[in-house]
């Protein structure tokens, strides 16, 4: 069974410019969450789809957004972007959410560089 | 609030020896974790997990340790080979249910 498949793998960006992220989760999962990781914050949840819905979402401004198909496919977003956006963004997928002991299931992520 | 942290930055040990990785949470209400490897350049990739209502849980060379008295979560890994080389995360569910909430990891380096 193939993993989370993460696309690009990297990307660099300027300043004021937007981003956008895809993932595909492992077949079957429908639960899809990002994660943002930087070596000051390590790793940080941004949002939880579920279903096409996003059912919980991190502490970050709303220049961060993401969307799920119906295919279970997400996609995250990043507009005006900030030098303090380079990070690696972690996409990791489950049967359910964790709380059912699915565990999460990460991709290798997208090293996003803002200049 | 919660956190999740963990005692040591590093961890040097040498191949064949057992290591014991520590994490610390302050969430009494937890009642979930996970412990993580992350490899150089590859996303976290999961060991094992516990519940609350379990002290112990063993998988193929590793087993995680559960002290709800003291909030402290332990991975032992048996006979460390070099491909065990990586920085190791414990995670605990939110109060939402669908997030995680990572330590900071610890770098585990076996020598030969």
């Known amino acids: 069974k193939a993993g989370v498949t993460q696309t690009p793998r990297y990307l660099i960006k300027t300043r004021g410019q937007q981003v956008t992220l895809s993932c595909s989760p492992i077949s079957g999962h429908r639960s899809v969450s990002w994660y943002q990781q930087t070596p000051g914050q390590g790793l940080q949840f941004l949002f939880e789809?579920?279903?096409?819905?996003?059912?919980n979402k991190g502490n970050f401004p709303g220049r961060f957004s993401g969307r799920q198909f119906s295919n279970s496919r997400s996609e995250m977003n990043v507009s005006t972007l900030e030098l303090g956006d380079s990070a690696l963004y972690l996409c990791a997928s489950s049967l359910e959410s964790d709380r059912e002991g699915s565990p999460l299931h990460f991709g290798n992520g997208t090293r996003l560089t803002v200049t | 609030g919660e956190s999740v942290g963990l005692h040591l930055p590093t961890l040097s040990v040498q191949e064949g020896d057992n290591s014991i990785i520590n994490c610390a949470y302050s969430?009494?209400?937890?009642?979930?974790f996970i412990w993580y490897k992350q490899e150089s350049g590859k996303g976290p990739q999961f060991i094992i997990d516990?519940?609350?209502?379990?002290d112990k849980r063993q998988g193929q060379r590793v087993t995680v340790l559960l002290n709800k008295t003291v909030k402290h979560l332990s991975l032992q890994i048996a006979a460390t080979q070099p491909g065990d080389s990586a920085v190791y995360f414990c995670a605990e569910i939110s109060n939402s249910g669908y997030a995680l909430n990572f330590g900071k990891g610890t770098s585990l380096l076996v020598t030969p």
């Open positions: 969430n009494s209400a937890s009642d979930y």
């Open positions: 789809y579920f279903s096409e819905t996003q059912r």
């Open positions: 516990i519940r609350s209502n379990m």
